[in-house]
């Protein structure tokens, strides 16, 4: 489960190169929202899905939604659309494995020091795989903003919804997420001044980020944060700068230089020490 979420997750960054074009940022991510509801609702109604028990467990699924969907995807898209270069929102948006650590060690969750030495060397390999791509764009303060906006929503998110949220149904939960990241997304979306492009290449990118993107790779996260450790779980975002590089390899004909591989080393190394590590058992 964690490999197919993190080849899916990786190609978020293919579909904006697709998409971004002929939609504005927070116009495509509502449209991709409300499609993706179309699509849970009628599927938690044919498998008789059990909805959360609770004004309280809805209220912590629309928390989770809100910061996980509209402020990470929202955040990222938007940055990129003002200027920022890809690889610079790659690496700002790669630091939430150490944020995550951090917080966890603060709240009193002992991390240990392999785990640490883990994150440190995958967020090294991170910004090898990354490196060649910081000169293009321009950094501003605008632009910068919003990639920290998407760093500490996605932070936030998967601790709270770690914290807070009791397991139940993922296409139920999935469900109160994109509804409250719509509701929250498509105010902005109806101010932007530029309107949608509808052609063969924007259709395909939409259809790809509902069925893959939002339904797929959005249920394993949620599963994936249910049923493993915050630190465990982030650790795997190091793995989506290197096999978007790939993909780009693959479909576009980026070279990839030394560092590109040395960085996909790092990071291998450091996510295994991360996930592999088991506290010792005690007598």
């Known amino acids: 489960m964690p490999w197919v979420f993190v080849l899916i ?4 960054f293919i579909v904006a190169r697709y998409g971004m074009p002929y939609s504005p940022p927070l116009k495509f991510l509502s449209l991709r929202y409300a499609f993706s509801l179309a699509v849970l609702l009628p599927l938690a109604a044919w498998l008789r899905t059990e909805w959360p028990s609770g004004r309280r467990q809805w209220l912590h699924l629309a928390v989770v939604g809100a ?3 509209a ?4 955040g990222v898209w938007a940055a990129v659309k003002h200027g920022i270069p890809a690889g610079t929102v790659a ?3 790669g630091l939430q494995p150490l944020l995550t650590a951090v917080l966890v060690s603060a709240g009193g969750q002992r991390i240990h020091l392999r785990q640490w030495l883990g994150l440190l060397l995958g967020f090294g390999g991170l910004a090898l795989v990354v490196l060649h791509k910081l000169d293009g764009g321009e950094l501003s303060v605008h632009n910068l903003m919003l990639s920290l906006l998407a760093l500490g929503s ?3 998110g998967t601790l709270w919804q770690k914290r807070y949220v009791r397991p139940v149904a993922v296409w139920s939960a999935l469900t109160v997420q994109l509804a409250a990241a719509l509701l929250l997304s498509l105010p902005f979306a109806l101010i932007e001044s530029e309107s949608v492009v509808w052609n063969g290449q924007l259709i395909g990118a939409l259809a790809w980020s509902v069925l893959a993107l939002t339904v797929g790779a959005g249920a394993l996260l949620y599963l994936l944060i249910q049923r493993g450790a915050a630190v465990q779980v982030t650790s795997l975002i190091y793995w989506v700068p290197p096999v978007t590089a790939l993909m780009g390899w693959a479909l576009f004909h980026e070279t990839l230089g030394l560092t590109t591989w040395v960085g996909m080393a790092l990071v291998a190394a450091g996510v295994m020490a991360v996930t592999r590590w088991s506290p010792p058992a005690r007598g």
């Open 9 to 12: 997750w990786s190609t978020g």
């Open 67 to 69: 910061l996980m969907q």
């Open 71 to 74: 402020g990470y995807l929202g």
């Open 91 to 93: 690496l700002i948006v």
């Open 154 to 156: 996605i932070t936030a």
